[in-house]
């Protein structure tokens, strides 16, 4: 019998060979996600120059930490900036917005000092500000300076209008009472050109103190006045000095303010004096338009509000010598914060401010400031019977409506009197003033002819020595009575007192005692009305 052949089967089994290469793939895979994650997110910064920066050495830092190092360098497409391309940690990448910001770190000297000497030694460093999360971007604009404020910083911003910049910068001081509570962040000319934008950071919680109603001032440089209590220096710090600064305090206690907001508009005075006094140099232009001669008034004429000097006159221009209304035109500067301190200082805000009180009759008129010299200057009132008018707002300044009188009141009064004046009959006058005159003089020809001036003279002679040798009579009375008196007082002191004649003296003493009060008194009233003696002596004067 023949064997059965046999049955060969290949069986397919997994050798555990192959377990290596599927391990060193898992294992690589592994490693791939793990270098992935660790490798980060690449972004690019632009600067305008890689002065210091190196690569795989330069790092990206967030409050001294390390998040990132610079990886290449290249240049821009136009060879104007350099492409700084940084790889940033995979955490810190996703807090990256619109908002971050990045900037060098280099030694400085500025006006706060020296600062960042450090990087001489272990080189400049990236620092990046995250920010507010909001939006995804890779590319971003690398900061010249860093900025002053960054977004973690605790505090609210502001904006100064003021005149001039002056010596102020970005990084002047912001001082209170001498302290230090800001600094300034930015500026520009503002969009009209006739002021520049200041921007300042007040620090929290020194933001609380600023209010609507408080007052900047520049405290650039020192100042030097001289006076009746001598010569006065003031200056803030060495800092201000050198590199500008600028200060603020609270309106007088008595007025009510609220905190300012953020973005409030304040204006920056040249000096401390200038805020106790007043002065505004931050002006906005209207024009007034008249018809009539504008004789008297002059470039820098005051324009008043209710007596209160709010602006005054620029320029003075005929816009058409054609016989048409209203073809001269009168240009003002209004200074807004006499009208309103608590007014946005922006053209916007002031416009409808004037626009509000045309509405109300705000009118404007030409008035008398003296009439011996014949100045004029501008007043504006709200106005009983105002015709319609409208407030016209242009690029450069605003027109407001006008009262077109030849003549103001004060001068219309005058013109008044004078004419009364003139119809006064002076010359009539005069003549019967003459005739008076003629008369008294005959009266006084008449009294020199009958010599009555010497006879009346000659009279009161009279009655002067009649009183002088009265005067004697008198003295010589009193004389008698007095002595009369002490005879009788020494008779009483040699009679029985209960005995006749006693009592007879006694009455007789009394008698003499009622006469000399009686003779007093006549003498005291001939001394008052000495002509009695001549004329007598008249009813209404007993």
């Given at each position: 019998m023949k064997a059965a052949s046999p049955v060969i089967r290949?069986?397919?089994?997994?050798?555990?060979?192959?377990?290596?290469?599927?391990?060193?793939?898992?294992?690589?895979?592994?490693?791939g996600v793990r270098a992935w994650q660790e490798k980060g997110k690449e972004i690019v910064i632009v600067f305008d120059s890689a002065t210091g920066?190196?690569?795989?050495?330069?790092?990206?830092?967030?409050?001294?930490?390390?998040?990132?190092?610079?990886?290449?360098?290249?240049?821009?497409?136009?060879?104007?900036?350099?492409n700084v391309f940084v790889t940033l940690d995979r955490h810190v990448s996703a807090h990256l917005g619109e908002d971050t910001r990045f900037w060098l770190v280099t030694p400085r000297i500025s006006v706060a000092g020296v600062s960042n000497l450090g990087t001489l030694i272990s080189g400049v460093y990236i620092v990046m500000d995250p920010g507010n999360k909001s939006g995804t971007r890779t590319a971003f604009e690398g900061l010249a300076e860093p900025p002053p404020v960054q977004s973690d910083d605790k505090g609210t911003q502001y904006i100064l209008k003021a005149e001039r910049l002056g010596s102020l910068d970005i990084g002047s001081p912001v001082y209170n009472r001498q302290v230090?509570?800001?600094?300034?962040?930015?500026?520009?000319?503002?969009?009209?050109?006739?002021?520049?934008?200041?921007?300042?950071?007040i620090q929290s919680p020194h933001d609380q103190k600023v209010y609507t109603r408080s007052r900047f001032w520049n405290v650039s440089g020192f100042n030097v006045s001289v006076g009746s209590e001598g010569i006065k220096t003031q200056i803030a710090s060495l800092a201000s000095l050198i590199g500008g600064g600028m200060a603020f305090d609270n309106a007088?206690?008595?007025?009510?303010?609220?905190?300012?907001?953020?973005?409030?508009?304040?204006?920056?005075?040249?000096?401390r004096d200038s805020v106790l006094e007043g002065r505004f140099n931050l002006k906005y232009f209207y024009v007034l338009k008249f018809s009539h001669s504008v004789r008297g008034l002059k470039v820098g004429a005051p324009v008043e509000f209710r007596g209160i000097k709010v602006g005054e006159v620029v320029d003075i221009e005929v816009d058409t010598v054609d016989n048409i209304g209203k073809n001269l035109h009168v240009f003002i500067a209004m200074e807004p914060q006499r009208l309103d301190p608590e007014l946005e200082l922006t053209r916007e805000p002031v416009d409808a401010f004037i626009r509000n009180m045309v509405q109300q009759g705000l009118r404007g008129e030409m008035k008398t400031d003296s009439l011996l010299t014949g100045n004029?200057?501008?007043?504006?009132?709200?106005?009983?019977?105002?015709?319609?008018?409208?407030?016209?707002?242009?690029?450069?300044?605003?027109?407001i409506p006008t009262v077109d009188k030849p003549l103001d009141n004060l001068t219309r009064q005058f013109t008044d009197v004078a004419e009364k004046i003139n119809a006064v009959p002076i010359d009539d006058i005069g003549k019967d003033l003459s005739n008076v005159l003629a008369n008294i003089n005959k009266i006084v020809t008449v009294w020199e002819e009958q010599n009555t001036a010497a006879r009346v003279h000659g009279a009161f002679a009279n009655v002067e020595k009649a009183t002088a040798e009265l005067d004697d009579t008198v003295a010589e009375a009193k004389t008698t009575l007095a002595q009369l008196t002490v005879t009788l007082k020494s008779i009483d002191h040699t009679v029985a007192p209960d005995s006749q004649l006693h009592f007879e003296i006694i009455e007789m003493l009394d008698a003499v005692t009622e006469a000399s009060d009686s003779f007093d008194r006549f003498v005291e009233e001939l001394y008052?009305?000495?002509?009695?003696?001549?004329?007598?002596?008249k009813k209404d004067e007993k």
């Amino acid at each position: 019998m023949k064997a059965a052949s046999p049955v060969i089967r290949r069986v397919r089994k997994l050798s555990p060979v192959w377990g290596i290469p599927l391990l060193a793939f898992v294992i690589a895979v592994w490693l791939g996600v793990r270098a992935w994650q660790e490798k980060g997110k690449e972004i690019v910064i632009v600067f305008d120059s890689a002065t210091g920066i190196e690569v795989n050495e330069t790092e990206v830092r967030l409050k001294d930490v390390t998040v990132g190092i610079v990886t290449k360098v290249r240049l821009s497409d136009n060879l104007s900036k350099a492409n700084v391309f940084v790889t940033l940690d995979r955490h810190v990448s996703a807090h990256l917005g619109e908002d971050t910001r990045f900037w060098l770190v280099t030694p400085r000297i500025s006006v706060a000092g020296v600062s960042n000497l450090g990087t001489l030694i272990s080189g400049v460093y990236i620092v990046m500000d995250p920010g507010n999360k909001s939006g995804t971007r890779t590319a971003f604009e690398g900061l010249a300076e860093p900025p002053p404020v960054q977004s973690d910083d605790k505090g609210t911003q502001y904006i100064l209008k003021a005149e001039r910049l002056g010596s102020l910068d970005i990084g002047s001081p912001v001082y209170n009472r001498q302290v230090k509570v800001g600094e300034v962040i930015n500026y520009h000319l503002a969009d009209d050109g006739n002021s520049v934008d200041i921007r300042v950071f007040i620090q929290s919680p020194h933001d609380q103190k600023v209010y609507t109603r408080s007052r900047f001032w520049n405290v650039s440089g020192f100042n030097v006045s001289v006076g009746s209590e001598g010569i006065k220096t003031q200056i803030a710090s060495l800092a201000s000095l050198i590199g500008g600064g600028m200060a603020f305090d609270n309106a007088g206690s008595y007025e009510v303010s609220k905190q300012a907001p953020s973005d409030h508009t304040f204006y920056l005075f040249d000096d401390r004096d200038s805020v106790l006094e007043g002065r505004f140099n931050l002006k906005y232009f209207y024009v007034l338009k008249f018809s009539h001669s504008v004789r008297g008034l002059k470039v820098g004429a005051p324009v008043e509000f209710r007596g209160i000097k709010v602006g005054e006159v620029v320029d003075i221009e005929v816009d058409t010598v054609d016989n048409i209304g209203k073809n001269l035109h009168v240009f003002i500067a209004m200074e807004p914060q006499r009208l309103d301190p608590e007014l946005e200082l922006t053209r916007e805000p002031v416009d409808a401010f004037i626009r509000n009180m045309v509405q109300q009759g705000l009118r404007g008129e030409m008035k008398t400031d003296s009439l011996l010299t014949g100045n004029l200057y501008i007043e504006l009132y709200y106005a009983e019977d105002h015709s319609p008018g409208e407030f016209i707002a242009a690029e450069n300044y605003a027109e407001i409506p006008t009262v077109d009188k030849p003549l103001d009141n004060l001068t219309r009064q005058f013109t008044d009197v004078a004419e009364k004046i003139n119809a006064v009959p002076i010359d009539d006058i005069g003549k019967d003033l003459s005739n008076v005159l003629a008369n008294i003089n005959k009266i006084v020809t008449v009294w020199e002819e009958q010599n009555t001036a010497a006879r009346v003279h000659g009279a009161f002679a009279n009655v002067e020595k009649a009183t002088a040798e009265l005067d004697d009579t008198v003295a010589e009375a009193k004389t008698t009575l007095a002595q009369l008196t002490v005879t009788l007082k020494s008779i009483d002191h040699t009679v029985a007192p209960d005995s006749q004649l006693h009592f007879e003296i006694i009455e007789m003493l009394d008698a003499v005692t009622e006469a000399s009060d009686s003779f007093d008194r006549f003498v005291e009233e001939l001394y008052r009305y000495p002509s009695s003696l001549v004329f007598g002596l008249k009813k209404d004067e007993k």
